[in-house]
T-cell receptor, first 113, second 114 residues
């Protein structure tokens, strides 16, 4: 099976702009989760989607949003970018049940100037 | 809420040395426990997991045992190689109430020198 893919791999934006990141899960997986990884804060959970519905949400401002499509692909959007949004954004997929392992993509490296 | 505490790094070892990376957790219920590894420029890869107390996860010479009495999941390897140099993350998943949400430790950077 193909793994989790994320596009683009690298992005450079300026403050105030918005950005959309994409994640394609492993075929058959219905859950997609997003994490932000920074040197200072480590890995922080953003949100999780299951069958097109947001099932869990972390403690991030409303500028961070996401959605999931009927084919389980997911997008994450960040509006009004701030310098502190520079991070590696990781997407993970799983079948979506209790003890399922999450499979991570390579991440999108976002740099905000 | 849930939390994971890993031993602080970085850790530097010589090839063939014994490795232990400590991990303790706080969680309600009965979480599943994981160790992930991250190589430079890449995402996280699952190294091993355990889903219930006293389970031992193992992979590529690495082992960890789910200890409910001490709320620990320490990672061990008997003889490390240069290729094991990476960042290691301990994580838990409380699937019942927090499906799709894993809680991670801060990561431990391991460097193995020849």
């Amino acid at each position: 099976k193909a793994g989790v893919t994320q596009t683009p791999r690298y992005l450079i934006k300026t403050r105030g702009q918005q950005v959309t990141l994409s994640c394609s899960p492993i075929s058959g997986h219905r859950s997609v989760s997003w994490y932000q990884q920074t040197p200072g804060q480590g890995l922080q959970f953003l949100f999780e989607y299951f069958s097109e519905t947001q099932r869990n949400k972390g403690n991030f401002p409303g500028r961070f949003s996401g959605r999931q499509f009927s084919n389980s692909r997911s997008e994450m959007n960040v509006s009004t970018l701030e310098l502190g949004d520079s991070a590696l954004y990781l997407c993970a997929s799983s079948p979506g049940f209790e003890t399922d392992t999450q499979y991570f993509g390579p991440g999108t490296r976002l740099t905000v100037l | 809420g849930n939390s994971v505490t890993q031993m602080e790094g970085p850790v530097t070892l010589s090839e063939e040395a014994f490795l232990t990376i400590n991990c303790t957790y706080t969680a309600t219920g009965y979480p599943s426990l994981f160790w992930y590894v991250q190589y430079p420029g890449e995402g996280l890869q699952l190294l091993l997991k355990a889903t219930k107390a006293d389970d031992k996860g193992s992979n590529k010479g690495f082992e960890a045992t789910y200890r409910k009495e001490t709320t620990s999941f320490h990672l061990e390897k008997g003889s490390v190689q240069v290729s094991d140099s990476a960042v290691y993350f301990c994580a838990l998943s409380d699937g019942l109430t927090n499906a799709g949400k894993s809680t991670f430790g801060d990561g431990t950077t391991l460097t193995v020198k020849p």
